[in-house]
């Protein structure tokens, strides 16, 4: 029973609550990184784990430190707090494990900080209801990861389209953000499919 | 004179939205209504306001390294009592917008206006700029939620506008938003070019 | 970076942070008491509208399949013959998040009332189970102020009212809804789904399945102490 609402949170969460193209999250870096596929796959990466891992600590944070003082209404300071910290963490220790994923995530960390896909998870796991869940952690920490997977997946579709209309003849005005945001509303369009999709 | 380019540059030659291209995730998600684009406005301007007073008064006794958090908090604390005030006396604006109102916290034009201007200017210059920057955003959310509420709603300010007309959905979905805000960049490049060519053949 | 330089950051952000948390308690401390008030008009109004003529005797939240289950008990004096309702909150999770809403029923399970509180679904689709059908447009309002044919029940949750909750409600796709369908609805026991959110419509039944089947095993509950 557990498996089957997991798998549905992250196809959910994926596929049809898109956090990009349905649910309008997270545009400044959708946009921003989106021209080459390499840096795309990186900031993919880097998004993927620090929405996991911030999912972890503001359930953990909202469940036991908000709820028994009753400081919910501080929930935004104290998630962008723990977002920001989390953010300088993964860069510190990713720097002294792998330097050769650093040299692939590293400018993208900082950037996380303010993408509000990331806050957006946080809040969303809140308002869904997880808290009073028996599996409330297992349940927001997949909701975090499927939100990161889905933000790469309309990512890395978007850079792989951007790559090509480098070279296509757009219009001299439509270029750069116009025509990004048309083929954007396309890719939304496409994704307004798998709405009313059943699962189970 | 100078006081007042301080004000306008938001409006149109350094506008948030259309020039700077940031803040684009509530300028798309809440844009579905002409009421919650203006409600959107003024919490966002309201917490833009405060934040470049503050950083601007503290501006010579924060150290650079630790900056951003320090505008962070600051930026959060605003968003709270915008957060706190919505929910006490316009229950309905609170839930209409609902998790967009944290998300102002993450609003690149707040956070970049406090790193880039009231952390280098004064207290009146810093206030200017909030109510302009905010003034441009406002415009241009109001803009695009109208076009959007007329096509995907047949609505206007929450009213029918013909009986009985049905309307195009997609436009108050989420592609409507993206193909909106396309067509707009797309018409602000053409009068741009347009402007040029004129100055060019003068 | 000094140690100096280290202290001063720490005491520049402690005395920031200490400013703006106590900022925020009285900001709380302000506004604490007009939310309460709000939430509890909320929870007044929609009782009455969802159990129209009868009279809240009693607030209960009891424990069911290990979730807290809330309910209300109302009474009515009609001919000298107390008569009982119930309300009850309903929830389930519809497309974009819980979909939560207040029923109103009768000792023959027929819905009296029913109101949505709280949903998240998409503007446009889903959303519209909260919309007011009105004929009013904005040139009625706004220029020449003829309100004569302004409506204020949702349409949507019009059509639940003398439906039998007992009975599964079954969904049709019929379009919108308009009042002479609702004769041939209540006959087949149906709602007509919002277009394109039939996945809202399939909550909000379901949620009053559940919760009736929940209200008679607390009601039972209660008998046996």
Redesign the interface.
């Known amino acids: 029973m557990e498996i089957k609402i997991l798998f549905t949170i992250l196809i959910s969460t994926i596929f049809?609550?898109n956090y990009v193209?349905?649910?309008?999250?997270?545009?400044?870096p959708y946009?921003g990184v989106s021209k080459k596929l390499d840096s795309a796959i990186g900031m993919g990466l880097a998004v993927i784990f620090v929405m996991t891992m911030a999912s972890f600590f503001t359930f953990i944070i909202y469940k036991f430190v908000l709820i028994p003082f009753h400081i919910e209404?501080?929930?935004?300071?104290a998630?962008?707090?723990v977002i920001?910290s989390l953010v300088q963490l993964v860069e510190m220790v990713i720097e002294k494990i792998s330097p050769a994923l650093y040299q692939a995530l590293g400018i993208f960390l900082p950037l996380i900080?303010?993408?509000?896909a990331?806050?957006?998870v946080a809040?969303?796991n809140i308002?869904?209801?997880f808290i009073t869940q028996?599996f409330g952690l297992l349940n927001s920490v997949v909701q975090g990861f499927g939100a990161g997977v889905g933000f790469t997946l309309a990512l890395l579709l978007m850079a792989g389209i951007r790559e090509r209309l480098e070279i296509a003849m757009v219009p001299?005005?439509?270029k750069g953000?116009?025509?990004?945001?048309?083929t954007?509303?396309?890719m939304?369009?496409a994704?307004?499919g798998f709405?009313?999709m059943k699962i189970f | 004179m100078d006081y007042f380019k301080e004000f306008i540059k938001g409006v149109w030659q350094k506008n948030p939205i259309l020039v700077l291209?940031?803040g684009?995730?509530p300028t798309?998600?809440v844009t579905t209504s002409a009421s919650n684009a203006i409600w959107m406005t003024i919490a966002t301007t309201f917490v833009l306001l405060g934040s470049n007073i503050l950083v601007s008064a503290i501006r010579s006794i924060v150290p650079t390294h630790v900056r951003?958090?320090i505008f962070?908090?600051i930026i959060?604390?605003f968003?709270?009592i915008v957060?706190?005030t919505l929910k006490a006396f316009q229950p309905d604006v609170y839930k209409a917008l609902?998790?967009f109102i944290?998300?102002i916290?993450?609003?690149?034009i707040i956070?970049g206006r406090a790193e880039e201007f009231a952390s280098k200017n004064s207290t009146i210059r810093s206030i200017l700029d909030a109510l302009g920057m905010g003034l441009g955003f406002g415009l241009t959310l109001f803009t695009l939620a109208v076009i959007r509420e007329i096509l995907g709603a047949n609505k206007l300010f929450g009213y029918t506008l013909i009986n009985g007309m049905k309307p195009a959905i997609?436009m108050i979905?989420?592609?409507?938003?993206?193909?909106t805000?396309?067509?707009l960049?797309?018409a602000m490049?053409?009068i741009k070019?347009r402007k040029s060519w004129f100055k060019r053949t003068e | 970076m000094k140690p100096a330089d280290i202290i001063k950051a720490t005491i520049i952000i402690s005395v920031i942070g200490f400013i703006?948390a106590f900022s925020?308690s009285f900001m709380?401390k302000i506004t604490q008491e007009p939310i309460a008030k709000q939430e509890q008009e909320k929870k007044l109004a929609a009782l009455a509208l969802v159990l129209p003529g009868y009279t809240v005797q009693q607030e209960k939240t009891v424990t069911i399949d290990?979730t807290s289950f809330t309910f209300w008990i109302a009474t009515k004096e009609e001919n000298r013959i107390i008569k009982k309702a119930w309300a009850f909150l309903a929830e389930k999770k519809g497309?974009?998040?819980?979909v939560q809403s207040i029923v109103g029923v009768d000792e023959s399970n027929t819905i009296l009332g029913f109101t949505i509180l709280l949903q998240?679904e998409?503007p446009g689709l889903g959303a519209r189970c909260v919309e007011v059908a009105s004929n009013e447009t904005f040139i009625d309002h706004f220029i020449t102020k003829n309100v004569t044919n302004k409506e204020e029940v949702s349409w949507f949750q019009e059509q639940f009212i003398g439906l039998n909750a007992g009975k599964p409600i079954a969904i049709q796709k019929k379009g919108d809804w308009h009042k002479e369908m609702k004769d041939g609805l209540i006959q087949q026991n149906a709602v007509t789904a919002i277009t394109?959110a039939?996945?809202t419509t399939k909550a909000v039944t379901q949620s009053i399945e559940e919760g009736i089947q929940k209200l008679h095993k607390a009601l039972t509950l209660q008998e046996v102490q």
């Open positions: 049809i609550n193209l349905s649910r309008i999250l997270g545009l400044c946009l209404y501080l929930r935004t300071i998630f962008i707090i920001a900080t303010t993408n509000c990331v806050l957006g809040v969303l308002e869904s209801g028996e001299e005005n439509l953000l116009p025509i990004t945001f048309i954007a509303g396309l939304a369009m994704f307004l709405s009313g | 291209g940031i684009m995730c798309l998600a951003i958090p962070i908090t959060a604390s968003v709270i957060e706190l609902g998790i944290p998300l916290v993450v609003n690149c956070l997609i979905l989420a592609p409507g938003a993206f193909f805000l396309g067509l960049l797309w490049n053409v070019a | 703006s925020l709380k290990n497309y974009g998040g819980p998240n998409t394109g039939t996945i």
